[in-house]
Each structure stands twice: as C-alpha cells, then as structure tokens.
C-alpha cells in the first residue's frame, strides 16, 4: 500500500513537472504535510553554491556563540578561488549579528568566510560540526567542503536541501534574516545599504518565510524558499537555472499552480515595463536608421 502511493504520488508530481514549464534543472516542492507538488530530477547531485549559508547559519547558532561579539574582516576571507567581489572591505568590524545577516541577506562570501574562521578550533572545527549536522538531518548526498559555496565539491540534491530548509526555518534569526528586504549598517564609520539577493521578497502578493539564492558558474542560478500560497505552506528548491530571470519565473510558475491565480500585479508590470522598453528601443533604431538614409547630393561638374 505504502509502494502504491509513493508510486502515485511520484507519478502525480512527474505530471505536475510537466504542466509547469520549468528551466530549472532540478526541482522539489513540498508541501508541509510531506506531499510532492512538484518534482523534476530531485535527486540529482549537483552543486550549491550559496545555499550552503544555510547550512553555516546553522552550525554557527548551534554553537550558541556571543553574537554581540566583534568580528573583523580578515584577508584571509576574500575569495581566491572565484575572485568574487564584496562591498564588505578588508579591517571592516561587525558583531557576529550583522555578519551572519550580511552572509545570509546579501550572500556576502567574506562574511560566510569570516563565520567560520572566527568558530571555535577553526575552519577545521568548523567542517567537522557541518558534517555531524548533515548527518543529523539526514542528508546522505549531502558534501559541504566550506562555508561560502564557492567550491564546486559543496554539493547535494533538492531532496537534500528540502531537509535543510526545514531545519532551517525552525530557527528564527535565520528566518528574520533572510526575508529582510534590505538593512543599513555601519562600515568603517559610514552608513551602507544591503540588499536581499532574492528580489521576490517583499514583493506583492508573496508570502516567504525563508530565502537563499546561489549562484556559481559551475551550479548556474538556485534558489530556496519557504511560501505560503492560497493558505498551503511549501518548501521550493530550485537548482541550475540558467539565469535568474528562469530563476524568478519558475517560482512565479509554481506560485501560480498552487494559487490557480495569474502572477502578481508587480511582476506583471515589471514585465510589461521591459517589453515597452525594448519596443521603445526597436522603434528607436527605426527612427535612426530612417534619418541616416538622406539621399545623396551629387556635386555638378
């Protein structure tokens, strides 16, 4: 009986796939009752990128460190690997506080870095309490090699990270933080503004609970989020999108199914401001075009 229906329920989600036109590569949505809403290659292993600061988030606040404690931005914390840019400098200090909502709202790589730099024995210390909460959550093809993910060994599957958002979303500072829009904070004695990754939070007609959003070369455009839509709670993992605009419309997508509702009214102007834009630019050009064909004034002989 138990066969038959996780037969139907995967044969009902593989039909759902097929109705929503995804770009994703892989895909899992699951409703907080455990049912697949939608499913597309869930258990294919693939790389994260920054969903891993979930993950550190976790290990960090599990530690029940002193979050009021200050934490200078080190060398050791710029990126090597990607080269990937930060708007937090080199001898910026921040309590642990502002750096984990700097790492988790902004996805900033020094700030992941510097978490686990600053932990207890070490970065080596800190990989070692990763992998015990992989292993308590279950995660089985689950490898998270560094704090930032920007290693391409951070990998796992959507049906993994289902299993982190979860366990995430029963934490309050990393709920709080990754669904605010914005914050401002003191760098080296100036104001600077940050921004949430995901432009989907705060955006009409979306309820979130929980967002991450990654990106690497090696994982393309991916995306977590817990929502509430027409009263249902769900988890959506959207993994190796190829540009987040896919990234955005397969959310918007989902949305729609589980609403039976047309996307909101926000989107749907941001969608007809650019196509008015582009047809702006085309008749633009025609216009140019049509002004530099002036008809050739022969000189008499």
């Known amino acids: 009986m138990i066969k038959k229906l996780a037969a139907a329920?995967?044969?009902?989600?593989?039909?759902?796939?097929?109705?929503?036109?995804?770009?994703?590569?892989?895909?899992?949505?699951?409703?907080?009752?455990?049912?697949i809403i939608v499913e597309k290659n869930a258990g294919a292993v693939v790389p994260i990128a920054s969903l891993?600061?979930?993950?550190?988030?976790?290990?960090?606040?599990?530690s029940r460190l002193d979050m009021e404690e200050q934490i200078s931005i080190d060398r050791q914390d710029v990126d090597t690997l990607k080269h990937s840019t930060?708007?937090?400098?080199?001898?910026?200090?921040?309590?642990?506080?502002?750096?984990?909502?700097?790492?988790l709202m902004s996805s900033d790589n020094r700030a992941a870095a510097s978490l686990a730099r600053t932990f207890p024995g070490g970065p080596t210390a800190f990989k070692a309490a990763v992998n015990a909460k992989i292993r308590a959550l279950g995660?089985?093809?689950?490898?998270?090699?560094?704090?930032?993910?920007?290693?391409?060994?951070?990998?796992?599957?959507?049906?993994?990270?289902?299993?982190?958002?979860?366990?995430?979303?029963?934490?309050?500072?990393?709920?709080?933080?990754?669904?605010?829009?914005?914050?401002?904070?003191?760098?080296?004695?100036?104001?600077?503004?940050?921004?949430?990754?995901?432009?989907?939070?705060?955006?009409?007609?979306?309820d979130i609970g929980l967002s991450k959003t990654g990106y690497t070369e090696e994982a393309g455009r991916c995306l977590i989020m817990r929502i509430n839509a027409a009263g249902r709670n769900a988890t959506m993992v959207l993994l190796n999108a190829g540009g987040s605009s896919v990234?955005?419309?397969?959310?918007?997508?989902?949305?729609?199914?589980?609403?039976?509702?047309?996307?909101?009214?926000?989107?749907?102007?941001?969608?007809?401001?650019?196509?008015?834009?582009k047809g702006s630019n085309v008749r633009k050009k025609a216009v140019v075009s049509k002004k530099k064909k002036k008809p050739v004034r022969r000189r008499a002989s």
Do not use: C, F
């Not at 921040?94 to 984990?100: N, P």
């Open 139 to 206: 995660m089985t093809h689950t490898r998270i090699d560094e704090p930032t993910g920007l290693s391409p060994n951070n990998m796992s599957t959507a049906e993994d990270l289902v299993k982190m958002a979860a366990a995430a979303a029963r934490y309050p500072t990393i709920t709080r933080m990754t669904t605010d829009k914005s914050d401002i904070m003191q760098i080296k004695g100036r104001q600077v503004e940050y921004h949430n990754t995901n432009r989907l939070v705060g955006a009409k007609g979306w």
């Open 9 to 35: 329920l995967l044969l009902s989600a593989s039909a759902a796939a097929l109705a929503v036109p995804l770009g994703s590569q892989s895909v899992l949505v699951v409703d907080d009752a455990g049912k």
């Open 247 to 277: 990234r955005i419309s397969d959310a918007l997508n989902i949305r729609r199914m589980m609403t039976g509702q047309d996307e909101p009214r926000v989107m749907k102007a941001a969608a007809k401001a650019r196509k008015a834009a």
């Open 52 to 62: 891993t600061k979930l993950m550190t988030a976790m290990v960090v606040l599990d």
């Open 86 to 103: 930060s708007r937090v400098p080199v001898g910026a200090t921040l309590s642990r506080a502002d750096v984990l909502h700097l790492a």
